[in-house]
């Protein structure tokens, strides 16, 4: 258990993780806590080569931080909430949801392209069920190519082609300023040497240049919050995607503090949680248990509080985004989780339920109920 005065608080090992990490430490450490983060290795992290909806059990990068806690080594967890499988284990609560963060989903592409200008057969990358059924339903002449890695590595991927494209020229033109020193008739290219162009570059510009090129993708889909919190955000041409028509994944954006039952759960809540984000989220992932979608079907799940409602966006796709269950509805406050899982039955009624196991079957079989994302973004 935790020494006096000291929280430790299990996070994932990602650059992304720590950083979201940091956000809860701080918090906590400026209601005089002293936090103490501790990496743990989970399931997730360890296969980089497959889908998350491929790994085959839910919670892929959850369990093992939960289990540290449950063990009694750890007080606390802190992931992000849309990795959480929507059943937990009996002994631990949700602690905490700090305020909320970006929920949508950006497009980033090299020149600053929107969605609408891309040109058909554009390749546009993502490994979520969710984004490519909702980019191919707006889309549908667009080819959406699997895209797997933390947010670094996928910007490299996106930006890699056009940046060592202009590496080799920028090095032929070099060659020729070299061929003709002392030619005053001479005119250069480019105004500066390679090696001066390079070292311009950004750290992110300069991984990009030594990857290896598998497939040149014309766009990447993120999460906003992914993005924003990575510090990548300012280095990269990007669209912010609606909301409406790119229901976000459910309790995207968003991260949970778990911890046992009991006084230091208490505690966190009382510093940390954010109520308005904790009924949305609230929300969302009630919907998402009741409908089972998971991480074998698209189901996009977005509420945000308005007032006395939770006006509340579902949309349920099948794989290939040319079937498609959507509606809105404002949930009381008071009742948003019995509201919630009213709604849930209806849309299930109208089809949701035939979509979901329509993808089931695909999938080869039920994996559970977490979230349908592409994590790692930031392993």
Known sequence: MRTRGTLRLATRGSTLARRQATLVQEALE????????VTVETTGDQIRDELIHQLGKTGAFVRELDERVLDGDLDAAIHSMKDMPTEQPAELVTAAVPERGRPGDVLV?????????????????TSSLRRRAQLLSERPDLEVEPLRGNVDTRLE????PALQAEHQERSEADKERKGNTGNEDFEPEY????????????ELEKGALGREVETEYDA???AGAGLERSG?????????????????APGQGALAVTAPDGET?????????HPRSRVETTVERTILSELGGGCIAPVGIYAIVQGEYVHTNVSVFDRDGEESVTASRDLPVETHADAARS????LADRGAADLIEQARKEAGGDDGTASEEDKPEGK
Request: glycine share 4%.
């Open 30 to 37: 400026e209601r005089r806590y002293e936090v103490e983060l």
């Open 109 to 125: 592409t090299p020149d600053g392209a929107t969605l609408e200008e891309l040109p058909s057969g554009a390749i546009v990358g």
């Open 157 to 160: 991927k996106l930006l890699a």
């Open 191 to 202: 105004d500066c040497t390679v090696d001066e162009w390079f070292d311009d570059l950004s």
């Open 220 to 222: 990447i889909v993120l």
């Open 232 to 248: 990548l955000a300012h280095y990269v041409d990007y669209q912010e995607l609606s909301t409406s028509t790119f229901v976000p």
């Open 265 to 273: 759960a208490r505690d966190i809540q009382t510093h940390i949680d």
């Open 343 to 346: 709604f849930a039955r209806d």
